[in-house]
T-cell receptor, first 113, second 115 residues
Framework: QKEVEQDPGPLSVPEGAIVSLNCTYS??????FMWYRQYSRKGPELLMY????GNKEDGRFTAQVDKSSKYISLFIRDSQPSDSATYLC?????????????FGKGTKLSVKP | DAGVIQSPRHEVTEMGQEVTLRCKPI?????LFWYRQTMMRGLELLIY????????DSGMPEDRFSAKMPNASFSTLKIQPSEPRDSAVYFC?????????????FGEGSRLTVL
């Protein structure tokens, strides 16, 4: 079993839809959870960062962590064509360095106008 | 402010040739990372440096790969000899070693094709 699993998609939704992106993981020591967004032919950029369990909201984006289920989610409300990108989850354990960051393979999202 | 700068953006070479990828991290960042991204394997860490010192190179696929960081503002990733299976996008990223979220700032990548 891979440490981090992420459905690669592709996921296609109409503009205005609510999008749910998910990752599961196997290492219960993971404490830091991140979502990176990667536009085509660009490098990933940090979108959301969460420590331990709970929710975090930033504008149209909400990140959720359920450590009991080893499951994290990213919700996008009122999706826009500009949200079309690949979304990668990433996580690491407490005390680990950025070099211990484990990435999912990414979910490709397309928002159609 | 300039972000992480990588060169070349695209490289097409023939099997057996030497390839050198270059990276200039964000000024003031003291950690530097080399990643490789493919459809099959996703984003994989190859090696990372803290304060110009290699910390973990366990992700380097084999001896054909080497990386150096001679100073805080420059790093290279070299593949010699290159093989078709090395075709991928190679990303350099930098961050602050301590404090904050430890966010990685990625360059735009070097797309390598080995024929």
């Amino acid at each position: 079993q891979k440490e981090v699993e992420q459905d690669p998609g592709p996921l296609s939704v109409p503009e205005g839809a609510i999008v749910s992106l998910n990752c599961t993981y196997s290492n219960s020591a993971f404490q830091y959870f991140m979502w990176y967004r990667q536009y085509s032919r660009k490098g990933p950029e940090l979108l959301m960062y969460t420590y331990s369990s709970g929710n975090k909201e930033d504008g149209r984006f909400t990140a959720q962590v359920d450590k009991s289920s080893k499951y994290i989610s990213l919700f996008i409300r009122d999706s826009q064509p500009s949200d079309s990108a690949t979304y990668l989850c990433a996580m690491r354990r407490y005390g680990g360095s950025q070099g211990n960051l484990i990435f999912g393979k990414g979910t490709k999202l397309s928002v159609k106008p | 402010d300039a972000g992480v700068i990588q060169s070349p953006r695209h490289e097409v070479t023939e099997m057996g040739q030497e390839v050198t990828l270059r990276c200039k991290p964000i000024s003031g960042h003291n950690s530097l990372f080399w990643y490789r991204q493919t459809m099959m394997r996703g984003l994989e860490l190859l090696i990372y440096f803290n304060n110009n010192v290699p910390i973990d190179d366990s992700g380097m696929p084999e001896d054909r790969f080497s990386a150096k960081m001679p100073n805080a503002s420059f790093s290279t990733l070299k593949i010699q000899p290159s093989e078709p299976r090395d075709s991928a996008v190679y990303f350099c990223a930098s961050s602050l070693l301590a404090g904050g979220t430890g966010e990685l700032f990625f360059g735009e990548g070097s797309r390598l094709t080995v024929l």
